[in-house]
């Protein structure tokens, strides 16, 4: 009889929903991943509402970096609890994650969507803006790009994140141009100028740009610039004959 009674028993806690998100609970706590993802699928497959599932579940896969998984889960969290700050800041987490991996792994379409859908959550979020233009630059949407960068810098207050949206002008500026798309390098590599006015490379690079361009005059100056900060600048001798 007794033998009966726990087996009624376990069978009921495997059926209750929240016994097993109490169980994925603490097994997501002892780094135990895929056994709680297997308590927490059950869970949800029971109850699709259960938004605590969903958002263990999206901890879950954020340990074993699967984003795409993880986004989705945290996303179905957001969705049915969007007021609960935990929960906001899962879903921020994964789509910060998962962009930032997308872009390591070249999947610039996917980690622009992630990004973007970040910095409709967090629009003052440096950090957003940042990804957004690294993810623009990838996919060769260098005025997008600009944007990004350029709203990045405007939003960080402390500057904790500028050295990055510098660096994403510059190198965005720089791959516009050896790409051939010089009049797409222009605005990267004046913004990054005006921001940042004592980097010589940066001057150079803007040089070149605008004489690919056909402006000439705007050329020499910026060469000028250039070999103010640094008269051994590489190359310069030889842009420079290339003046009108």
């Not at 938004?51 to 957001?78: F, G, S």
Request: aromatic letters at 6%; a negative charge.
């Amino acid at each position: 009889m007794a033998a009966a009674t726990g087996g009624c028993a376990w069978i009921g806690s495997a059926d209750n929903p929240e016994a097993l998100v109490r169980d994925g609970r603490d097994l997501y706590l002892a780094r135990r991943y895929d056994e709680a993802i297997v308590k927490l699928e059950r869970a949800t497959a029971l109850d699709a509402s259960s938004w605590t599932a969903h958002l263990y579940l999206a901890r879950c896969y954020m340990a074993k970096e699967n984003w795409t998984v993880a986004i989705a889960e945290a996303r179905l969290a957001y969705e049915a609890q969007p007021d609960g700050e935990e929960v906001e800041e899962v879903f921020s987490a994964a789509l910060l994650g998962g962009g930032a991996a997308a872009v390591h792994t070249e999947r610039f379409t996917l980690a622009i969507a992630d990004f973007s859908e970040y910095v409709s959550l967090h629009p003052n979020d440096a950090r957003g803006f940042l990804g957004l233009g690294q993810a623009d630059v990838g996919a060769g949407h260098y005025a997008s790009a600009l944007g990004a960068f350029t709203r990045g810098i405007e939003n960080d207050r402390i500057g904790s994140v500028k050295p990055d949206l510098l660096r994403g002008l510059l190198d965005g500026g720089t791959r516009a141009l050896r790409g051939g798309e010089a009049k797409e390098a222009v605005p990267l590599l004046q913004h990054y100028v005006q921001v940042n006015p004592t980097n010589a490379v940066a001057y150079a690079a803007l040089a070149r740009a605008l004489l690919e361009t056909g402006h000439g005059a705007n050329a020499r100056e910026a060469l000028n610039h250039a070999l103010q900060l640094d008269p051994r600048l590489p190359d310069a001798a030889a842009l420079r004959r290339e003046l009108p």
